[in-house]
């Protein structure tokens, strides 16, 4: 059987469909629906489309016992799924129609759905990504994270403060889930460890359930869709009866209540936040529930324990997931019996392990008391890998038990097969710095699988404009083979075309900046150049060096207002950890940076600057097809990847970039004349922080970055309060880890040769067409493959 596009539905059949769940689904007459009610039945009806080729995908891989891929993650920043299914399906016209016969407008009712948040950022939305190119792909697997009822916090400003506001996705009603009350594990924590039998026995002291809710992922064409299936905490006996009796109704709602903190909200990736017990439980929870889930899978399908590599793979995403080690060979050696020996390689043979940073701060560790506390089992557990794996390499010096702790990469590394860095630059460096000794023992394990996004919800959905213009040139073929994009670098040189992109990129802006005058209330020059910086906020990241460029410029402005100046709109959008005292001051120094700029009658058509509220998927999806320059800065050796760098320059954005993280491939791809590169490289950086007072002689060489530093340092965006930045201004001064002020001279070059690139609009076009024509490379679709061959030795099973 080939598994052929599935027939798409009409107009006519869609718009009955709606129609029918209005009414039987909801319980609503069309002429008294509102928004959320048309939501809903566009929703509902597209889900039945759905969920045969979801029915259907899973029974081809029961009947072939086929080898699926679970990939173990703490987030899954899906956004809406609503257009990413009407896309994946290609029925974008006929949904638009079927609802303009009811009456109803499309873009509205598509923007009626919350964003998914169950994610902080790159981390969480390359699963999602992931997840897409699975289905597209063909290749089963399923997404296990947990169903949040809080995802992350909203975001606001309060006089340039940001204020943080618990975020409830699940109080709007959710049309993607199937709740799976039968598919329930009782998951323990804490107790102590006995011995019958000669077996280790843990008995747990405390229990809750984990309960599956299952939302289908479907692919380009509906020809698969996997399952992504969240797990919520409930009590195990919801309801203290005994309680209620008494009168003690508080006593009698505890135990749901203290149950379903598990599953209450994610964690802010908060790297000054040390080890908080929820953060592990969390972690158990997850990862107890999907392998007691996999192995229901498998027991259903074979009976010998032996052979679950054959029909399992398991991918930690970071080392959130990494008790899964300890647990596999817990339940392999404790409850099925394997030799512990056999139990190591039977789960390493299943396990592997993603690294996503070598930030030491942001390296997972618990100290052994709360480990033992919550899973004394998994520490006994972890000391006997630990000690397998010393009596195998005798001459190692480093151990994943020492100093009273776990480390959870030490462990990730000994209990998986591969481990893969996300860029090859990261990867490289993993070699020789975080995971030396280790590489040095097993020098097969350590791979490279340069991250990628899913030009589906990346290209064709955010960007309808390029993507038709695309379509029209080299026809559909490229959605699902990305490289092809190549195919229109012939059409770049001819002028027409040419023009027709630059209409594309303006329309996007225009349209960006109505938005921001109805939700801001500021207006924006769409033929000004669109500077774009989105990402978490983290000095690495380096949002302070941008702002500090800025400031220059403005500076600059002022003192010749006549020269000839390439108008520029710089956005940032980006949340900080609510712990995370110093991100949070770039905010708020940002936010004043713009107030004063703005409000500047000399600089006002000419220079603008905007802190974007709450960043979240859709906003990037409006911001990333209306960006021209996309600002790529980190400190080299910093950023592990990156993944909006990729989406900038798929939908035809220039980069102004380090040699950090995939910025290094992208340069290649597009061409290093179609990149503006500046800064130290991750050796240079190394090198620099060696020299005393390498920050007072960047300064002392460049006067724009004195005066600049001088401005915020005297409170010029800060009059009522003068001192405000003076922290800000001492740390690049002095210790300036993150080499602002080293490599400011050079990124003020590269801007100032990006104004210039700017002011050639021909030759800016050009460019800019090149990058989209040569990023086909950094589709996630590339990227699943390399996983599929290396890692995971998994197939499609779109032609079985
Ligand atoms: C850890 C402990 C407690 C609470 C939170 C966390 C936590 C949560 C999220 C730690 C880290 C994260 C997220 C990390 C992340 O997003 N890393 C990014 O991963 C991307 C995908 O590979 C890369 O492109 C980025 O370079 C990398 O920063």
Same mark, same amino acid.
């Given at each position: ?262 599953? *209450? ?135 994943? *038990? ?264 992208? *340069? ?133």
């Amino acid at each position: 059987m080939n598994i052929a596009t599935p027939p798409r539905v009409t107009t006519r059949g869609l718009s009955d469909a709606i129609t029918r769940h209005l009414r039987y689904s909801f319980g609503r007459e069309p002429e008294f629906a509102g928004l959320e009610d048309w939501r809903m039945a566009l929703s509902y009806a597209i889900r039945d489309q759905i969920a045969d080729s979801w029915f259907k995908a899973a029974g081809t891989a029961r009947n072939q016992g086929a080898k699926r891929v679970y990939y173990l993650s703490m987030e899954f920043l899906i956004g809406r799924l609503l257009e990413d299914g009407i896309v994946n399906l290609g029925l974008v016209d006929q949904a638009r129609e079927a609802l303009a016969a009811l009456g109803q407008d499309y873009d509205e009712v598509l923007a009626d759905e919350p964003d998914a948040a169950l994610g902080n950022g790159g981390l969480g939305r390359l699963a999602a990504c992931f997840l897409e190119s699975l289905s597209t792909l063909g290749c089963p697997a399923y997404g296990y994270g947990i169903r949040y009822e809080h995802g992350l916090f909203r975001q606001s400003f309060q006089g340039g403060r940001q204020v943080e506001a618990p975020e409830t996705w699940l109080l709007q009603r959710h049309a993607w889930e199937f709740e799976r009350p039968e598919a329930r594990f009782r998951i323990g924590f804490g107790g102590h460890v006995e011995e019958r039998e000669g077996r280790k026995l843990w008995l747990p002291g405390e229990h809750v359930d984990a309960e599956a809710y299952d939302t289908p992922i479907v692919g380009w064409q509906g020809r698969w869709a996997n399952t992504l299936r969240l797990w919520s905490a409930k009590a195990c006996d919801p309801f203290d009866l005994p309680a209620f009796n008494r009168g003690d109704f508080t006593a009698a709602a505890q135990p749901e209540a203290l149950a379903r903190t598990i599953s *209450r909200v994610l964690y802010p990736d908060d790297t000054t936040e040390q080890g908080r017990e929820l953060r592990l439980k969390q972690e158990f929870f997850l990862t107890a529930a999907a392998l007691r889930d996999i192995l229901a899978r498998f027991d259903k399908e074979e009976s010998d324990i032996r052979k679950l590599p054959q029909y399992v793979a398991i991918q930690l995403n970071d080392t959130h997931p990494a008790v899964a080690g300890p647990e596999l060979v817990r339940i392999l050696h404790d409850e099925r019996g394997l030799p512990l020996d056999e139990a190591m390689q039977t789960a390493r043979a299943c396990l592997s392990y993603t690294n996503h940073t070598l930030l030491p701060e942001a390296l997972e560790s618990w100290g052994e008391d709360l480990f033992g506390r919550l899973l004394p089992r998994h520490l006994e557990i972890a000391d006997l890998i630990d000690n397998a794996h010393y009596e195998a390499n005798p001459n190692r010096t480093q151990s994943m *038990r020492a100093d009273g702790q776990v480390k959870m990469g030490q462990l990730s590394f000994v209990m998986a097969h591969k481990v893969n860095g996300v860029s090859a630059l990261h990867t490289e460096l993993m070699k020789e710095t975080v995971f030396a000794e280790l590489h040095h023992l097993h020098p097969e394990r350590i791979v490279n699988q340069t991250n990628g996004v899913t030009p589906r919800r990346w290209l064709l959905a955010c960007n309808p404009r390029l993507s038709g213009l695309i379509t029209e040139t080299i026809g559909d073929g490229w959605v699902d083979d990305l490289e092809r994009l190549r195919e229109l670098e012939p059409a770049i040189e001819d002028a027409g075309w040419r023009q027709r992109f630059a209409e594309a990129k303006r329309a996007n802006k225009a349209e960006l900046a109505e938005y921001i005058s109805q939700t801001q209330g500021v207006s924006l020059d769409p033929d000004a150049m669109f500077d774009v910086q989105i990402k978490r906020m983290h000095e690495y990241k380096r949002q302070h060096l941008n702002i500090l460029e800025t400031i220059a410029l403005w500076q600059e402005m002022k003192d010749n207002p006549n020269a000839d100046w390439t108008p520029r709109v710089t956005l940032f959008a980006g949340k900080a950890a609510p712990g995370y005292a110093f991100a949070k001051d770039i905010i708020r120094l940002i936010n004043d940076a713009a107030e004063v700029i703005n409000a500047d009658p000399a600089t006002r058509d000419k220079l603008r600057v905007l802190f974007l509220p709450n960043y979240n998927v859709t906003l990037a999806e409006r911001l990333i097809p209306a960006a021209d320059l996309s600002e790529q800065i980190s400190t080299a050796g910093k950023e592990a990847s990156g993944t909006g760098n990729m989406k900038f320059a798929l939908n035809g954005a220039m980069t102004i970039g380090t040699l950090d993280g995939a910025n290094v491939e992208i *340069r290649e791809h597009v061409g290093a004349e179609n990149f503006f590169l500046f800064g130290m490289t991750a050796s240079e950086v190394e090198e620099r922080r060696a020299v005393e007072d390498h920050a007072q002689q960047a300064i002392a060489a460049d006067p724009r970055l004195a005066r600049a530093l001088q401005a915020v340092g005297s409170g010029a965006f800060s009059p009522d309060e003068p001192d405000r930045y003076a922290h800000i201004t001492e740390n690049l001064s002095g210790a300036d880890y993150f080499l602002v002020a080293s490599d400011f001279s050079d990124y003020w070059r590269a801007s100032r040769e990006a104004d210039a690139a700017f002011a050639d609009r021909a030759g800016w076009i050009r460019r800019a067409a090149l990058n989209t024509a040569r990023s086909g490379w950094f589709s996630s679709d590339r990227t699943i493959r390399g996983y599929m061959r290396d890692i995971w030795a998994a197939r499609s099973h779109l032609e079985d």
